[in-house]
């Protein structure tokens, strides 16, 4: 390679813009200074890994623990899980501007506290996913076993991470559920805001494309195919053109309800108990309970032949 | 970090609670004891990795490895294939229950026989896969070189997924084709099923959302692109309201059918020669060859100013 | 596992045979020997997060490092960042067959004046991602922070690679701009070429299935939901029935313009300033400036019930 | 770095010759083929390093694990140690060409029964190094603490790798005995025989230079001294000028044995209880319990001025 | 591997054992509980690498660190030292028994405090090693400049390490200085008590051997061979044949002695400025400035011819 | 940790000061600037290890690799050491200051053609080294097989290292060999410089405290024992007390010498074919062919109860 000693010094000039403009605006994101924990996706990634093990012992792994050390894995396991969501919660209760009713002394104290709630309910979430488990299993004619879902099924690792997202989110902890359901986003393609709130025996089939927003309601043993989207209503915007925030503007599912692919449910609108929304839809009004939409033509195409 | 000496006993009690639901439902999943091969996603991906690395040996690699060492790379690394594919393939044996025929004692040489098949028909999965990526090239208006697409398309990395995985299918491997896919489908946003039949020269264009269904049948020279589904037909459902399993559901498209964005195609219609499916259809019928589908109207929609 | 002397035989049958497959066409892509420069994903990922590191101190990065040394830190990640580039953009002229004006001699050269400028233009990055990420702080409802904005968002993640990768087209690097969207695509759902342009305060929501083209143009202040897509005409074709190559086929998108979920635009149509692109549309016509498109009727189906 | 495309047939020759070496005299060391393990001093390395936390947990590890977990770590790291153990004493027992008592087919049986014996006996060696530990702290004026003995001592490392492999050998383990000690001697200097026999409360001391025979017999509560040798006499040859093999021809020290720096002890001598041996000293006679045995002169030297 | 499912259970019995033997007598040697630092020999050898590399940069370094970066990488690595030293300096203070006049609340702060103490000692301990490399290189007829002193002497490696060691030693630090010589000692089989005090200009040739005690006083320009003992004298025991403790027991040598290959020094002899002693002596008296002394015959054999 | 903001600018300080020194005295070593080579203990480790892995393929490996892939594995593994040994042949040109007849264009080139003759003479590397395994063998009452000489052998090891380093050094490659036999002497303890001449045969026994110096000559089936010292001169010094540079200063061994522990041999001394010299003792003259020196007295001391 080429070497260019004068090169040195543009580097340096470079760096000095750059370093400025972080002076001014995007300054560093926690309140405290040097040592405090820093928000880390690969913490988080860690994190969903060690609870998904956790709950399902001898599957999410990649060595050949055998049955006699895996209670110790576990203890382990636990213990590492602990410590490194004790740190994140830390790091985003710095991070988060409006948290300021903790007192910096406290924060740490409080994130323990907060990991202890999260991992004692992990035989909770447990139970509740495994009636997801069931759910995807005998919904899907290419299941063979209970087991392939857990280790394939991008449906139930997206479930699995809002999951584990939304119960950090019901403790309080801020940014962290966020990271947790983005993650699942960029791996599954499906994008489940931690906010919503989804019953037992749901199932996501194929899922690329599928959007739950954050103040959907989702009864149990609710379906929904790739490409479905429970979004807010459009237009409806303040003065500056911006969405309105912070009032409930998603979609509530009743129990059983079946949404086939690429269909569309915008608003705070109410979908019966039972009812069956066909494929490629735009919904954007209530639908009755048991009622069954399907497309206005069976084709809605013409031959250009 | 605060520290709590009693914290240790409630973790002992969670996984406590963690095991006995493990021991009463989702036993560990191999059929053996310990010492036993374990499916291991990360295994899964280095088998696809080695595999496309033999067949375009010098592309899908990060190393500078020159042309005098690439022979002996690929002795090295064919072997590691090889060892891999077969503790993997014994994990699949021993994971699937239905797979009983196969006798404990043997599960390890007919594992080590599959894995050499697999080897033996590299060659001829290479073969394909160039005809995908002529075509790929030709079709693509913004494709520099062949080379441009077997290291950038996401198309051609779906395919090349599941080229191998229904590879593995064919020989009678279980789970382990649906992995591969699966790792495919979350790298790519493309999910074809292993079960699927797929002919030369095949091309998907962007790929976010393609759905392909296990029982599909696809001849040569087709095109597909982002948001397609080649799915089951809705509401086909048995009495407990679940889809009915193992009878061919999915379309049947013939050579050189193009299907443009975000068109779904449902149960088991046939697709001509030559056909054309426009952009954003839903199609449920059998389409003849030649025949080209377009919207119904120009632009769905109607202006609100 | 069993062993088998005579499979050594076999394997080298299998390799011999892939070898002779890729001396007759897909020869090793470099044009010159051993020792040069090899496109390398792993390589590419890591610019693109060097890059992002130097422009975003503080935020993308796992490891705790204060204040005290950030500039140090961004001292030697230049540095390497600088090195990589360099390298990639060696290896990008190798392997593009009609980049031959350059002598290969004068290749590292050209590769290291082509890493310095992009250096050079890092601030200015910065400065308009600091429009995007303004624009996707005020424009979503969820959103708590700038600062959750550039940790969380995949739209803003596509966006980071997108003007990176649109930069170093401009100044000439083959191959490499299009590695950096592929890989941006893999992690986000969001195919954004990287010969599109893109103006200041662009926000793309949830945006799993969006695709922009390559001759597409956006103006400033634009929005857009996920799966839509703006592409090329279909059926223009050539005489071989394949796409018409190199000419200006994507849309023209004004100042402000906004495009809900899942609609499509296609062809070199003007979509004015101000205009609204309601959900699940086709669109192949110019809009007016302010215009704002819906759907034909409030609900595309009809009650099965 | 310079080119040369004929250099890869050169490289191929010299290969070439070194096979045909190889194939000649030094074939590879397994009796069996492909897959059998192979003896390896990084695997015999990370055994000793097991062995010994699992004697002194809490002592001689990096990571900060805390006693919540302290068992739940041993549990795992005792299957670590097991399965390793287990594996190069099959190598070891492949290696040895004597060992053909023992069937091929029972060699992995044979080894796992050895791997559970000597794990078994681990709280007997703790026991006898308890007695080293406590009579290297009271014989050292400088020692703070009997924690400082294990983990700063090279005496006490090597006589912990030297207990090990005694233990080894006495279960009939060929070859990694000989691994461990030799090992331990790279790190400390200190090169004691695996077949020594040597009583509780041993100290070396500094201990570089230390050689300690195959035959030596060592009584409780000795102490050593660096540069001692515990030697067979010279000149015991036989015809071919070899030494003769096979019979006991190191010394026997009694208990309370004291032998300072650089002495050197030859031959089947006995050195009676309680008998100190002085520094610098070629002792080659029986020496009677109690007698304290010192330079002839005290200074074997004359000043050249 | 063969399986045996009761194995589990007399591993845990083995492991039960083992702790309750540390249970009994080694508890775990930090005084505090969870969390604190342990000392830990790989923490401990990288604080002497990062120290080694600030004080010779760009020579103690595996990584092709130009200039230009030099700088950048001094500071990181500084804070990394600065972090390893407190963090181990605090394991010190909590496994020294002796220390507990720091109650455990200041402990953190204390060490903080010495950490950076030994940060700013840096450049006087490289002015002070600059004579020891001069020196080496003016006696030694091999070397072929001062960089290939510090590149590859052991003798230069353990006068560093001693250095290091005796700095901290000086502050209170307990326990490291000791871990630091020990590693040194195996590294280069030159066992440096850190008590011991070394004045500047030293040189140690070859070394495998030399052993200098704890209260040994070392004047200027003093070169020492290898297998050299700067001991205590033998036989001052107390009452339980144990040596006494705490009191000047080693040799003070003036300023520009020489001592040769295998020569032992013992008990607090004075050995005069500019003295020599030959090779394998044995010295306990007094010896004059300016005295040599030489062995009292020219050979010490007789021939068995 | 407690934080302390003022920190960062006193370790900027402390940074600065030891800059200074170094660009007084100890500037960058390489003559060249930024992307130079630097001379790298751990490819200098690295390069030891590939030959001997090249010399005895299936023993100094850890992996299990089998027969199939030797012949591969041997091809690459040349090829990095091809590329290791010119890169750090390269930085010891660059490093020499009296190297200065090669000019800097030419140091690549001429540094990659002293690689290619090293790699050359492998072969007879190998050679020779069997003749010291198999003298090695019949010379040692405890070797069980050649095999366990290679494997576990100081002695060996020693040889093969100073061979590899003797070789580079008749090639003109400066510093590089002298960073071999260090490397040794710590792994060893048995310090040969790459100067001295040793025929083959050769066997070094337990080894620790073993000095060959620079100008040694050792004829064929030469035996020493641990401690002994082949050394040069005391007492012969220039007008600065230095010891005298640049002629031949240490002693001749004849064929078939042996010479037993702890012995040493200064100056330039003959020792006949066939003489044996005796443990502990002091020669310095010389000795007839086929002389046996043994200790004047059988016990040099006397007993003090």
């Not at 203890?75 to 209760?93: D, F, K, M, N, V």
Request: net charge negative; glycine share 10%; hydrophobic share 40%.
């Amino acid at each position: 390679m080429e070497k260019d000693p004068d090169k040195r010094f543009e580097i340096d000039e470079v760096i000095g813009r750059l370093c400025s403009m972080e002076d001014m605006r995007h300054v560093c994101p926690t309140r405290s200074g040097e040592g405090e924990p820093l928000l880390s996706n690969s913490a988080v990634r860690r994190i969903v890994e060690l609870a998904s093990r956790l709950m399902f012992p001898g599957f999410l792994t990649d060595s050949d623990r055998g049955p006699s050390v895996m209670r110790s894995v576990m203890t382990i396991e636990c213990h590492e899980l602990r410590g490194l969501l004790a740190s994140q919660i830390s790091a985003g209760l710095c991070f988060d501007k409006n948290q300021s009713a903790i007192p910096d002394a406290d924060i740490s104290r409080h994130a323990g506290s907060l990991a202890d709630s999260f991992i004692d309910s992990l035989p909770d979430l447990r139970h509740i996913l495994d009636t997801d488990i069931d759910a995807t299993y005998l919904g899907d004619p290419a299941a063979t076993s209970t087991h392939e879902v857990i280790i394939c099924y991008p449906g139930f690792k997206a479930t699995v991470s809002y999951r584990i997202a939304h119960r950090l989110l019901e403790l309080g902890v801020p940014v962290v559920p966020r990271m947790i359901t983005e993650q699942a986003h960029s791996d599954t393609g499906i994008d489940i805001h931690p906010g919503a709130r989804i019953g037992k025996g749901f199932v996501i089939d194929h899922g690329t494309g599928v959007v739950i927003g954050a103040t959907a309601i989702i009864g149990d043993n609710v379906k929904i195919y790739q490409g479905v989207t429970l979004g807010a209503k459009s237009f409806v915007t303040d003065d500056s053109n911006n969405p309105v925030k912070g009032i409930p503007r998603h979609p509530i599912l009743g129990n059983g309800v079946v949404v086939y692919s690429n269909s569309t449910i915008l608003g705070r609108v109410n979908i019966g108990d039972g009812a069956v929304i066909g494929g490629n839809l735009w919904v954007t009004r209530d639908v009755e309970p048991g009622e069954k939409l399907i497309q206005a033509r069976a084709d809605n195409f013409r031959s250009a032949r």
